[in-house]
C-alpha cells in the first residue's frame, strides 16, 4: 500500500525546520541517524514530567509506573522483532550489542585457535571488538571480500571462509553501499558447518521487518535511533541457548542476586547484562517508536525508500563525474546512496550540499576496512527514510547538477 | 596584528569575499584561492606528524620560522575549501612574528561570510588546522 508521506511527515516536527541560511532543511542522513516522531518526543517528555523514577528498585507509585513502562516497552519492542522479551537484552544501541556478545558470550565459549569469519563490509563497531578478543584470546579472523563490480559480498569465498568457524558477524545491510546481504542463505550456510551467527542490524532494522525467531540467527543487534527511537539505547536479541552460555559483561547494581565480602552471585537471562539503572526514558521512547512504525508494513517502507533511492541512483549516474558505489536499482538495496565525484573532493561536495539544505553524510563511515576495498578514502552519502519525498530527491539532484558544473 | 582581528593586508581579501553575491559565489571565489595558491607542501611531505587527524579529509600543516625568524606557514589539505582557507591565512600569518601568529584569532573567516568552515564538528576541516597553527605558533615563540 503506497504511504501517505505528507501525513507522515506532519509527524516530524524537525522536517519543516529552516536552516539558519534560510533554506529549508532536507534530511538525508538517515543512515547515521533517523529523526523522530513527536509521538516518541512525547513519551519520553511524559515520562520525565509525571512519573520519572528508577525502576525496579522501589515500591512507590512512580516506581512501579516506571517500571511498568520500561517492560512494556520491552514486550512492544521484542514483540516487533518477533521475539519474547527474555531474549531481548537492552543495551546503549548495536556497538555495545555487538561488545556484549564479545565480552559475555565469545570470551566465555570461545578459545585459542577458534575462526570467527567478519567481511569487509563490516561497520568498525562488528570489526574492533573481534579484533580484541583476537588479540586476547589468540582467535583467528577471517574476511570475506566484496565483489568490486557487484559491490555484493564473494559467497564463494564466504563458503571457504566459514569452514571450521565458531561465529559468524556479518552485517545484514550495508551502511555504506546500502546492499543487503544474503542473510538466510549465510545462516543457513554457517549452521550447517556449526558456527553461530551474529546479525548486524542497525541498518536493516529501519527497512524491514526484523523476524528473530524464524531467522534462526543467534545474535541480532540494532540500534533505536536510526528506527525513530532516541539515541542511547538498542538491544541484544539473543537465542535461549545463547543466553544461558553468557556470562557477565559489566558488573555492577541490578544484575546481582547476592553480594558478600566474599563474592557475588548473578541473576539470570537478561537482568545479568542489564547492570545499573536502566535507560527508562529511551526504552519508553523506543516503545513509543516501535508503535509508530508498527501502523505501517515494513515491506511499504522499503518499497518508498528504495523508489526514491533507485531514481536518485540513476539520476546521479547521468551526472558527469559522479560515481556510485553500491546498487540503489537493486530491488533489496536500503536507501542509502554512496557516491563520489571525480574531481570535487567528499568534504567540499558535503559543504556545498548543506549550502543548499541537504543534510549528507560524509566520510569513511566507520568503515574503513571497506574503503580500503573500494580504494577510496571516503564517500559523500545520501540515506533516505520513510518521510523523504520524491520532490526533495529532484531538488537534490538539481542542486547537486549546479554545484557539478559549477565547481568542478 | 591586534588580539581578536587579522592583520591588515588582509582587508582587501575579507572585502572580496563580503562583496560575494551569495555563499555559493563565496565558496567559488574560495576554490580559486585553493587553485591559486594550491598546497606549498609535496605530497611526500605529507606525513603522520604533520597531519591534522580527523576523518573527513586529508589535512597537513608545517609551522616554521624562515631565514629572518619571521613565521612560516605551509598547509596542505585534499578538500578545496580547507586548501583555499589554509591559503588565505597563510598570506595573513607569513612574515609576522611567531607571537603575533600565536594571538591570531579566525575571526576574519567569520567576516569573509565563511563562519560555517569554523563549526567545531567539522572534523579535520580548516578550525583544526587553524588551531594547530596557532598551538605550533605558541612553541615557536618560545624558541
Not at chain 1, 579484533?131 to 564466504?158: C, H, W
Request: hydrophobic letters at 40%.
Amino acid at each position: 500500500m503506497a504511504l501517505d508521506i505528507q501525513a507522515i511527515r506532519s509527524d516530524f516536527p524537525i522536517l519543516s525546520r529552516i536552516l539558519p541560511n534560510g533554506k529549508q532543511l532536507v534530511y538525508f542522513d538517515n543512515a547515521a541517524t533517523s529523526q523522530k516522531p513527536k509521538c516518541v518526543i512525547d513519551a519520553m517528555t511524559k515520562y520525565y514530567e509525571q512519573y520519572n523514577s528508577n525502576a525496579h528498585r522501589a515500591n512507590h507509585t512512580l516506581a512501579d509506573e516506571a517500571t511498568t513502562a520500561l517492560e512494556n516497552a520491552r514486550e512492544k519492542i521484542s514483540q516487533f522483532f518477533g521475539t519474547t522479551p527474555e531474549n531481548l537484552i537492552y543495551t546503549s544501541g548495536a556497538t555495545e550489542a555487538i561488545n556484549l556478545v564479545s565480552y559475555g558470550w565469545a570470551r566465555y565459549n570461545l578459545k585459542e585457535g577458534d575462526v570467527i569469519v567478519l567481511t569487509e563490509m563490516e561497520h568498525h563497531a562488528d570489526i574492533v571488538p573481534w579484533q580484541e578478543l583476537s588479540k586476547e584470546k589468540g582467535i583467528e579472523v577471517r574476511y570475506v571480500p566484496i565483489n568490486n563490480e557487484t559491490f555484493t559480498l564473494d559467497m564463494d569465498a564466504f563458503e571457504i571462509a566459514i569452514e571450521d568457524a565458531s561465529l559468524v558477524c556479518v552485517t545484514h545491510t550495508s551502511n555504506v553501499l546500502g546492499i543487503r546481504n544474503p542473510i538466510e542463505q549465510i545462516i543457513e550456510m554457517s549452521k550447517e558447518v556449526g558456527a553461530h551467527v551474529l546479525l548486524d542490524c542497525a541498518q536493516g532494522a529501519p527497512h524491514e521487518k526484523i523476524d528473530f525467531n524464524n531467522l534462526g540467527a543467534d545474535f541480532i543487534a540494532i540500534s533505536a535511533h536510526k528506527m525513530a527511537g532516541p539515541t542511547g539505547i538498542g538491544c541484544l536479541l539473543a537465542a535461549s541457548e545463547r543466553i544461558t552460555e553468557m556470562g557477565p559483561f559489566m558488573t555492577g547494581g541490578s544484575m546481582i542476586k547476592t553480594v558478600t565480602t566474599d563474592g557475588s552471585t548473578y541473576q539470570n537471562g537478561h537482568t545479568m547484562f542489564e547492570t545499573g539503572t536502566p535507560r527508562i526514558a529511551e526504552a519508553i521512547g523506543w516503545g513509543a517508536a516501535v508503535e509508530w512504525l508498527s501502523q505501517f508494513e515494513m515491506k511499504d517502507i522499503h518499497n518508498h525508500v528504495h523508489q526514491i533511492a533507485s531514481w536518485t541512483g540513476r539520476e546521479m549516474n547521468k551526472i558527469p563525474g559522479i560515481k556510485i558505489y553500491g546498487d540503489p536499482d537493486n530491488k533489496n538495496s536500503s536507501g542509502a546512496v554512496s557516491f563520489l565525484h571525480e574531481t570535487i573532493q567528499s568534504q567540499d561536495l558535503a559543504f556545498l550540499l548543506d549550502e543548499g539544505g541537504f543534510a549528507v553524510r560524509t566520510g569513511h563511515h566507520c568503515a574503513q576496512p571497506l574503503m580500503d576495498a573500494l580504494g577510496v578514502p571516503s564517500t559523500n552519502r545520501a540515506s533516505f527514510w520513510i518521510y523523504n519525498t520524491q520532490e526533495e530527491v529532484e531538488s537534490f539532484i538539481s542542486h547537486l547538477k549546479f554545484i557539478c558544473e559549477r565547481f568542478a | 596584528m591586534e588580539d581578536a582581528s587579522w592583520p591588515s593586508h588582509l582587508d582587501s581579501i575579507v572585502e572580496e569575499f563580503r562583496d560575494c553575491f551569495d555563499s555559493m559565489e563565496r565558496y567559488e571565489l574560495l576554490f580559486e584561492y585553493a587553485k591559486k595558491h594550491p598546497s606549498p607542501l609535496s605530497l611526500d611531505e605529507w606525513n603522520e606528524e604533520n597531519q591534522v587527524l580527523g576523518c573527513q579529509s586529508r589535512a597537513h600543516v608545517k609551522c616554521s620560522l624562515d631565514e629572518n625568524g619571521l613565521f612560516l606557514l605551509r598547509a596542505g589539505a585534499d578538500a578545496q575549501i580547507v586548501q583555499g582557507l589554509m591559503a588565505i591565512t597563510a598570506i595573513a600569518v607569513n612574515g609576522q612574528s611567531a607571537i603575533e601568529v600565536s594571538k591570531l584569532s579566525p575571526k576574519y573567516v567569520e567576516e569573509m561570510g565563511l563562519k560555517s568552515s569554523l563549526t567545531p564538528s567539522r572534523a579535520n576541516g580548516f578550525l583544526n588546522m587553524f588551531k594547530r597553527v596557532v598551538s605550533e605558533a605558541e612553541i615557536l615563540s618560545e624558541v
